[in-house]
Nanobody, 115 residues
Framework: QVQLVESGGGLVQAGGSLRLSCAAS????????MGWYRQAPGKERELVAS?????DYANSVKGRFTISRDSAKNTVDLQMNSLEPEDTAVYYC???????????WGQGTQVTVSS
């Protein structure tokens, strides 16, 4: 089992920046990747950025968001710059662990970008 605890998020004006942090505990030696997803009201949860064997970003955040993972500390951060109202969503930390790449989720943190 892997537990994920997020911090950060909040309310920011368009063009501003926020930083999300996530710390993993439990069976961290089995973690294969960590990343961030988001879910806006009425929409499906979508990948924002992930860090495993490679680093991947959603097209909508490329050049604005940066994911950084510290495997030694079992943490993953998401630096979000040039935020847009369309970035408003609940952001979830994600880890995939074990031989079956089981998904684990944080509790979610709200990011609201005002225009």
């Amino acid at each position: 089992q892997v537990q994920l605890v997020e911090s950060g998020g909040g309310l920011v004006q368009a063009g501003g920046s926020l930083r999300l942090s996530c710390a993993a505990s439990g069976s961290t030696a089995s973690i294969k990747s960590m990343g961030w997803y988001r879910q806006a009201p009425g929409k499906e949860r979508e990948l924002v950025a992930s860090s495993g064997g490679s680093t991947d970003y959603a097209n909508s955040v490329k050049g604005r968001f940066t994911i950084s993972r510290d495997s030694a500390k079992n943490t993953v951060d998401l630096q979000m710059n040039s935020l847009e109202p369309e970035d408003t969503a609940v952001y979830y930390c994600n880890a995939r662990a074990g031989p079956l790449w089981r998904a684990y989720w944080g509790q979610g943190t709200q990011v609201t970008v005002s225009s």
